[in-house]
């Protein structure tokens, strides 16, 4: 049995705002990942990390998720960073070509760090 999707924490950290998630990322799961990213863009959020650590998998669904919300950030001037150590998400990011979109790294004080060059070289 997979283990059980679910978001197990949210919030601001350091002006930026964190999003963790644990089990798999999925056509049944991805809406209620989207729903918080929705929800935290609608309510003014510009700096993103996804924190995939504690995921197993993801599907095409999730990664639509994650474009969708990329594309509404930089629309609004901020920017998205994703946490990953599983090397078979990392492969699917690379065979997909959005490790090139994305703004992939190993830990979630990189992703902050990464976060604020973005915006800060954006508004240069």
Do not use: C, W, Y
């Amino acid at each position: 049995m997979p283990p059980e999707f679910v978001i197990i924490e949210q919030g601001s950290e350091a002006g930026h705002f964190v999003i963790a998630a644990r089990g798999e990322i999925d056509l049944f799961t991805a809406p209620e990942l989207k729903q918080v990213i929705t929800d935290a863009i609608e309510s003014g959020e510009r700096r993103m990390a996804i924190d995939l650590t504690e995921v197993s998998f993801l599907d095409s669904t999730a990664l639509g998720v994650l474009i969708g919300a990329v594309k509404r950030l930089r629309s609004r001037g901020g920017a998205l960073a994703v946490v990953n150590t599983d090397s078979s998400i990392a492969k699917t990011f690379e065979i997909t070509g959005l490790d090139q979109i994305f703004t992939i790294v190993p830990s979630r004080a990189e992703a902050l760090e990464a976060l604020d060059d973005e915006i800060e070289g954006s508004a240069a």
